[in-house]
């Protein structure tokens, strides 16, 4: 059971938009704690999408969006492409137990 | 360019002891925290630990605790990750990472090095 809690699987038609939430608590997220995301494709090691709840790495389309409310976090994939179909895992930090990461959402692009 | 490159696949049997690397180059080894990160067959990831290679200052996730050993040798910009006596659980993929940290509300992980498969069996 994952501190921050994403849901297993979502999908979506090239072109489509979706979205990844991440829960968390108000030890980490809640806290004031930035979010992280990750994107591993089959086989490889993960990588970093979004940093510091919305802000990109170079080389990062924009069609990755990052945002933060609350105790939540979200990810926003537009204009879906066969190639972004990975998993995505969200990170934060805990007070309690430090770095934290969600339990990954596998992205299915139909 | 900022990499981290790790020692190769390794099989081991129970009960036997291994110490696997992450090479950094590209940056200031001794500036930032280099952490650990397992991934478990068809699992997600799991932090382990990190640690400071400027002064070894070394910290462990409560579930790792006690299971593993971070070290890291600051002459060779390496940091290691091992184990005294291995077991089934432990067959797993192992990542090391670069920590930036900032204003201690924000530690994100990049790059990742290319993982290290460990596999144990009898």
């Known amino acids: 059971q994952s501190v921050l809690t994403q849901p297993p699987s979502v999908s979506g038609a090239p072109g489509q938009r979706v979205t990844i939430s991440c829960t968390g608590s108000?030890?980490?997220?809640?806290?004031?704690?930035?979010v992280h995301w990750y994107q591993q494709l089959p086989g490889t090691a993960p990588k970093l999408l979004i940093y510091?709840?919305?802000n990109r790495p170079s080389g990062v389309p924009d069609r990755f969006s990052g945002s933060k409310s609350g105790t939540s976090a979200s990810l926003a994939i537009t204009g879906l492409q066969a190639e972004d179909e990975a998993d995505y895992y969200c990170q934060s930090y805990d007070s309690s137990l430090r770095e934290v990461f969600g339990g990954g959402t596998k992205l299915t692009v139909l | 360019e900022v990499q981290l490159v790790q020692s190769g696949a390794e099989v081991k049997k129970p009960g036997e002891s291994l110490k696997i690397s992450c090479k950094g180059s590209g940056y200031s080894f001794t500036s930032y925290w280099i952490g650990w990160v397992r991934q478990m067959p068809g699992k997600g990831l799991e932090w382990m630990g990190i640690i400071y290679p400027g002064d070894s200052d070394t910290r462990y996730s409560p579930s790792f605790q006690g299971q593993v050993t971070i070290s890291a040798d600051k002459s060779i910009s390496t940091a290691y990750l091992q184990w005294s006596s291995l077991k089934a659980s432990d067959t797993a993929m192992y990542y090391c990472?670069?920590?930036?940290?900032?204003?201690?509300?924000?530690?994100?992980?990049?790059?990742w090095g290319q993982g290290t498969l460990v596999t144990v069996s009898s």
């Open positions: 510091g709840n919305s």
């Open positions: 108000s030890s980490n997220i809640g806290a004031g704690y930035d």
């Open positions: 990472v670069r920590i930036t940290m900032v204003r201690g509300v924000s530690n994100w992980f990049d790059p």
